[in-house]
């Protein structure tokens, strides 16, 4: 919350903390506060700035958690977000928004978001389609699947790209990350996605952990090893489509934050997850705020910032510990 109000109190006009905190709660429900100050002020802080802040906690929140997931599915300490293809294919729907250019708005969220988000899930439907065996879901297969699926969209993402003409800055802009455009619609469909896919995540929290030791003694001890799977792969794809297809392309978060909060409490997914989505949120929002007021009125993509913080800072903790956390 700390974090939410400096964010909406610092930009390109400097609003007081005191006036930030008396404006949003005023907006509270049975909550009455005399307006001592510009409507203008409140415009910025209300309309502008706190979407904003709200999309970047959200996406930062999901991506953590996604990354977290895919770790503990994949049991691999390289998992992140992006390794059933929903990246790529976000990326390739994004860019072929861009080349339509088709000036729709999508029922208000736009088409280019809209394209993402259906680009992300498809990609990852067709992955999880590949990847099945049979009734079982092997990890490696989908692994394997996601991998080359996600070399054939870039490649397809990256021609596209190149023959865009006048649309390649946009695009490559898209591609790095970043909020430059919040609406509240956008915060209004991305919350429930977030909300309910996180909560369903961190109710697996104990079968994550049991999962670690190895499938079949998972089973053993009465778990449900496939519908556990397909339920955490479901919620962490959706979450991750609901992060990238308005903040684009957003490195580094999925992977360094549920290292960092394993670091820094233990290797327990019960508590690993809420963790972790308050972390991710914490640490989106904060590179946010330095992205849009670092070379103001420039903004800096949030990619950029997010893997230029984000690595010192992982390392130093791994300095610190110098112990095995996986």
């Not at 009455?32 to 802040?53: F, K, M, N, Y």
């Not at 977030?194 to 909560?199: E, I, K, N, P, S």
């Not at 949120?281 to 070379?295: N, Q």
């Amino acid at each position: 919350m700390l974090a939410v109000m400096l964010a909406v109190s610092i930009g390109s006009t400097e609003i007081p903390f005191s006036t930030t905190a008396k404006i949003l709660v005023s907006k509270l429900p049975f909550v009455s506060i005399s307006q001592t100050w510009p409507g203008p002020v409140e415009t910025a802080i209300i309309d502008i700035r706190l979407p904003r802040v709200l999309l970047a906690a959200l996406a930062g929140a999901a991506l953590s958690v996604a990354g977290a997931t895919y770790q503990g599915l994949f049991r691999n300490p390289l998992a992140d977000p992006y390794l059933l293809g929903v990246a790529q294919g976000a990326g390739l729907g994004a860019v072929v928004g861009f080349v339509l250019n088709l000036g729709w708005s999508g029922w208000g969220l736009g088409l280019i978001p809209m394209l993402a988000f259906m680009g992300g899930l498809g990609a990852a439907f067709f992955v999880y389609y590949l990847g099945r065996v049979g009734r079982t879901l092997p990890m490696t297969t989908l692994l394997l699947a996601g991998v080359a699926l996600g070399a054939f969209l870039s490649a397809i993402t990256a021609y596209l790209a190149l023959t865009s003409g006048d649309s390649l800055h946009g695009i490559y802009s898209w591609l790095l990350g970043g909020f430059s455009s919040p609406k509240w619609i956008q915060v209004e469909v991305m919350l429930p996605l977030v909300t309910l896919g996180v909560f369903a995540i961190w109710l697996y929290g104990q079968h994550l952990n049991v999962m670690q030791l190895d499938e079949e003694q998972a089973q053993q001890l009465g778990i449900n090893v496939e519908r556990t799977k397909r339920i955490l792969l479901l919620a962490a794809t959706l979450i991750t489509a609901a992060a990238v297809c308005f903040g684009g392309i957003i490195g580094f978060v999925g992977i360094i934050i549920p290292h960092a909060v394993r670091l820094v409490w233990g290797p327990d997914y019960r508590f690993l997850l809420p963790l972790c989505t308050a972390a991710g949120a914490i640490f989106l929002v904060l590179a946010d705020l330095l992205a849009r007021t670092a070379l103001s009125p420039q903004e800096i993509p949030l990619g950029i910032i997010t893997a230029f913080f984000g690595a010192p800072f992982f390392l130093y903790l791994l300095r610190q510990r110098r112990r095995a956390v996986f």
